[in-house]
């Protein structure tokens, strides 16, 4: 039998770290936004995880 090797790539770390006072997104998001409408990340337990980065593809989604 073959064993699956998956190699984790350094992904985006989320929550991403904000500036202080700021209400504009993070900057990683503006990165991740840039790229496309969906990104994959890590979560804060490690866990890979996709986000969805813009507003109109966010609401696709959830009427789907």
Known sequence: ????????????KFPFARPAKSYEP???LARLRQRGPVAKIQLF????????????????????
């Not at 490690?46 to 696709?60: D, L, N, S, Y």
Request: charged fraction near 25%; glycine fraction near 2%; charge should be negative.
């Open 26 to 28: 993070p900057d990683e």
């Open 1 to 12: 039998s073959h064993a699956a090797i998956l190699i984790q790539l350094d992904l985006p």
């Open 45 to 64: 337990d490690g866990t890979p995880a996709w986000i969805v980065t813009r507003h109109k593809e966010v609401c696709e989604a959830l009427s789907n």
